[in-house]
């Protein structure tokens, strides 16, 4: 995995914990610890996932290929309604902010990640790798 895309992706979490601790500052959240676990979850996630994912584009074949971003958005997806469905089990209160919130990280670091492996083939498109799936 790149050094660029841990440093991205650190770069947008820390970005998205600003906006954190502003929103906390000005509103009256009083279930903070679960916006802070969601964060650190997808962090984790994208570290883990966007490895997958970097092998797979740098498979031979085409449907190994597909098989690993497919199986690493798959994933995503999966964890993800097990970590809402964690929320509303647990949770006293049940929040539709977070809720909202949630569902804006996981399309933001879904399409993070979909960013670095689009940029990710089309360099290695330019540069004449060999890659197959081009």
């Known amino acids: 995995m790149s050094i660029k895309f841990i440093l991205r992706l650190l770069l947008l979490s820390l970005g998205v914990a600003v906006l954190d ?3 906390f500052y000005f509103s009256n959240e009083t279930e903070q ?6 964060l650190l979850f997808y962090l984790l996630l994208g570290l883990i996932i966007g490895q997958s994912s970097h092998k797979a584009v740098q498979k031979k074949s ?3 290929f597909y098989l690993g971003i497919m199986t690493g958005t798959g994933l995503r997806m999966l964890f993800s309604i097990i970590f809402i469905a964690m929320y509303l089990v647990i949770s006293d209160i049940k929040s539709n902010v977070f809720v909202v919130y949630y569902l804006f990280l996981y399309l933001l670091f879904t399409i993070f990640e979909i ?17 197959a799936t081009s």
């Open 115 to 131: 960013y670095h492996l689009v940029h990710k083939l089309r360099t290695e498109k330019n540069s004449n790798t060999g890659n």
């Open 62 to 64: 085409n449907s190994d």
């Open 33 to 38: 610890s679960w916006y802070w676990f969601s």
């Open 21 to 23: 601790i502003l929103y």
